[in-house]
Nanobody, 115 residues
Framework: QVQLVESGGGPVQPGGSLTLSCVAS????????VGWYRQAPGNQREWVAI???????SYSNSVKGRFTISRDNAKNTLFLQMNSLKPEDTAVYYC?????????WGQGTQVTVSA
């Protein structure tokens, strides 16, 4: 019955920045690896960034050096700081555990990068 609610998306110009947030209904983020995923139009959903229980992180090659994942376990909140955004980053962004669980997918938050 875990609920995940993403927010912070919106339109942004190339080179701009956004910070996304994900709030969990329980203490999920302190128990298991969690991360950000995205799905662009016409593409399959892919993982973007993962943070593990010991706070180590992993990033997909397409966002490495531009995005930073972090969390506040006390507030059950996950963040994704996105810098130097490119049109290719346009997608709906979701949070979930790693591995993802089907029942956790929410509606996501739309990020649109265009001039």
């Amino acid at each position: 019955q875990v609920q995940l609610v993403e927010s912070g998306g919106g339109p942004v110009q190339p080179g701009g920045s956004l910070t996304l947030s994900c709030v969990a209904s329980g203490n999920l983020f302190s128990l298991v690896p969690v991360g950000w995923y995205r799905q662009a139009p016409g593409n399959q959903r892919e993982w973007v960034a993962i943070i593990y229980t010991e706070n180590s992180t992993s990033y997909s090659n397409s966002v490495k050096g531009r995005f930073t994942i972090s969390r506040d376990n006390a507030k059950n909140t996950l963040f994704l700081q996105m810098n130097s955004l490119k049109p290719e980053d346009t997608a709906v962004y979701y949070c979930n555990t790693r591995p993802a669980r089907r029942e956790n997918w929410g509606q996501g938050t739309q990020v649109t990068v265009s001039a």
